[in-house]
């Protein structure tokens, strides 16, 4: 009986992974052609958190244009210098192009801490700067512009409820407003994606939690097919997820600690990322 268990177990876990990968292929759509930014708050985000995402937009079959913006070095600990560069290398390893599509912001206002509040327009206003230079533009009649398409970020829960997290949502959301402020009547030219949380349990169930998010996600099918489209599903294959848990073991070096490696070794955000879309004005 013991052989039957212990074959068990990795036959369930590579079952689940085949149908989630074929699911993911086969039935939800695709970005392409998109300039595309990844929103977070701290170095090593993009690993723990977003690299199905990144690891699936940065093919270059597809064709997108991926960049990172950090709205802090992570300096709680002294080490924000050491976190930026390797946030660098983090990107590169999950397919970014170039150095230059990594920015980290440097402001005292947006610190590194589970205790502070950052301010929405903050997050807002340094968005507007790098990506909606004409967002003040008071003319009814000028289509509204951005210089991309797509911006990725944590959703209202912030996935570990980190208050940094968090505060990207309400940022990215009230971004978003502010270019349509003048422009009622438009579509707004950016697509706001958030990465769903899920309960505690669920966290930790890596590719075992796949199963249950596709069947979840396929509820809500009729909206795969609308522009833009939504949820939008990434699933890593096993040599994704092995590049994930090198892009935080290897690169970021300086935050790794022993629960941390529980963290690349059992979390399903290592493996699967479902993004929703948030509605806005």
Request: glycine share 4%; net charge positive.
């Amino acid at each position: 009986m013991q052989w039957v268990t212990a074959l068990a177990v990795p036959l369930a876990v590579g079952l689940c992974w085949f149908y989630t990968l074929l699911a993911q292929r086969s039935l939800f759509p695709k970005l392409r052609n998109k300039r595309i930014c990844l929103l977070i708050a701290h170095p090593d985000d993009e690993a723990m958190f977003f690299a199905p995402t990144v690891l699936a937009l940065t093919d270059p079959l597809l064709g997108n244009h991926v960049k990172i913006l950090c709205m802090s070095s992570g300096d709680a600990h002294g080490l924000g210098e050491t976190r930026k560069r390797e946030l660098v290398k983090s990107g590169r390893l999950l397919g970014l192009r170039s150095d230059d599509d990594v920015f980290v912001v440097e402001n005292k206002e947006l610190p590194d801490s589970q205790t502070a509040s950052w301010d929405p327009k903050l997050i807002s206003s340094l968005l507007a700067h790098a990506f909606a230079p004409k967002i003040n533009s008071p003319s009814t009649n000028q289509v509204p512009e951005a210089t991309i398409d797509i911006l990725i970020t944590f959703d209202q829960y912030g996935i570990s409820s980190h208050p940094n997290h968090i505060a990207l949502y309400h940022g990215a959301r009230y971004f978003l407003s502010s270019i349509m402020k003048f422009h009622l009547g438009y579509r707004c030219p950016v697509t706001l994606y958030t990465l769903r949380s899920t309960s505690l349990p669920r966290k930790y169930f890596s590719i075992l939690d796949a199963v249950f998010t596709v069947l979840q996600t396929l509820t809500r099918r009729r909206d795969l097919k609308k522009d833009p489209p939504a949820p939008l599903l990434f699933v890593s294959s096993p040599a994704g997820y092995t590049t994930a848990q090198s892009a935080m073991a290897k690169a970021h070096k300086s935050q790794m600690r022993w629960f941390r490696w529980g963290w690349i070794t059992l979390s399903r955000y290592m493996v699967i990322n479902d993004l929703g879309l948030e509605k806005t004005l």
